[in-house]
């Protein structure tokens, strides 16, 4: 009987040390985490957000998107401003520039707010940043682009990159490494036209390439994307498209044949970490800045589900 006794206290202590430790997931505080990206329209971000929302209920803090609708640097800056106002204890941040929102973010950690990126980082030191290896991201996309140029016999010719904009520090990185894809051949790279990750804006610049016989477009993040494929669509022509990030509208032009890829991102994986990551600075953890590479997966139409 002392015998059983000993072993029922033994598993009673066990319990406890594990519901101790289970506890610890939760925050001890109700923390309040504003969450900042580029935009609050595509489903890129929306995706980040609904990952974000999942952790912070499970944790057991707040987390509010408060994005602006289109990607400008004074409006998303007068959300960080709004955040510190507001007081938030930190800020997940998807910078539209690294230079532009710096002082911002600063400023914020000046006054207390912890900081963490998700997917594109600003130049300033932060906790933690989660975010695809865009330039590793990059390459394979224009090795995907490359290697079906090259099944489909066609060795040579010009082709088209539409990006957002010069500064945007992910979409920068990919461009660098889709150029890199064709080190050494035959094909040249046309110079960069800007769309502002506007679905229209990208379809009319996507138009214009085609309209000078490109064989390949690349599109730099989902507006990009959705407006080349719109492009050749439109056209008729055997251009191969190839792009970035997962919506609906781009895997419809995917299935119908009107793009032949798109690098499909994590961004549920970044919401979730990245308010994992806010509560554990919080919570007196040191991060030490350390960056997370949160994947990438080449969708065709032979890999969508």
């Known amino acids: ?6 072993i029922l206290c033994v598993l009673c202590l066990c319990l406890s040390a594990f519901a101790a430790s289970a506890e610890t997931v939760k925050a001890t505080k109700a923390w309040k ?31 509010t998107f ?6 400008d640097d004074a409006q998303q800056i007068e959300c960080v401003n709004n955040a510190v106002a507001g007081g938030y204890n930190a800020i997940m941040v998807a910078a539209n520039g690294p230079d532009a929102i710096s002082s911002a973010l600063k400023e914020a950690q000046a006054a207390g707010v912890k900081v963490v990126y998700v997917d594109s980082p600003a130049n300033l030191p932060a ?12 390459k394979t996309a224009g090795e995907t682009m490359l290697a079906a140029l090259t099944a489909a ?28 894809a064709f080190d050494g051949s035959k094909f040249t790279i046309l110079e960069t036209q800007y769309g502002e990750g506007d679905a229209a804006k990208s379809q009319t610049i996507a138009e214009n390439y085609i309209t000078q016989g490109v064989v390949g477009i690349f599109g730099a993040n989902e507006g990009s994307t959705t407006g080349t494929g719109n492009a050749i669509k439109a056209s008729g022509k055997a251009v191969i498209g190839v792009g ?46 350390a960056v997370t590479d949160t994947g990438v997966s080449v969708l065709t139409k032979d890999t969508i589900k």
């Open 1 to 6: 009987m002392k015998k059983l006794l000993a």
């Open 33 to 63: 985490i504003a969450l900042i990206t580029m935009d609050s329209i595509d489903q890129h971000w929306v995706k980040l957000n609904e990952g974000a929302q999942a952790k912070a209920t499970e944790l057991g803090v707040e987390v």
């Open 66 to 71: 408060m994005s602006p609708n289109t990607k």
């Open 127 to 138: 906790e933690a940043t989660f975010s695809t290896d865009n330039q590793a991201a990059g």
């Open 153 to 180: 016999g066609v060795t040579e010719g010009s082709i088209g990159i539409v990006n957002v904009n010069a500064a945007t520090d992910s979409t920068v990185k990919r461009e660098a490494g889709f150029r890199s």
């Open 244 to 289: 970035f990030d997962k919506s609906d509208a781009i895997l419809g032009l995917i299935k119908d044949g009107y793009l032949l890829a798109t690098m499909a991102q994590n961004p549920d994986v970044m919401g979730a970490k990245g308010v994992e990551a806010c509560v554990q600075a919080l919570e007196g953890q040191t991060l030490g800045g």
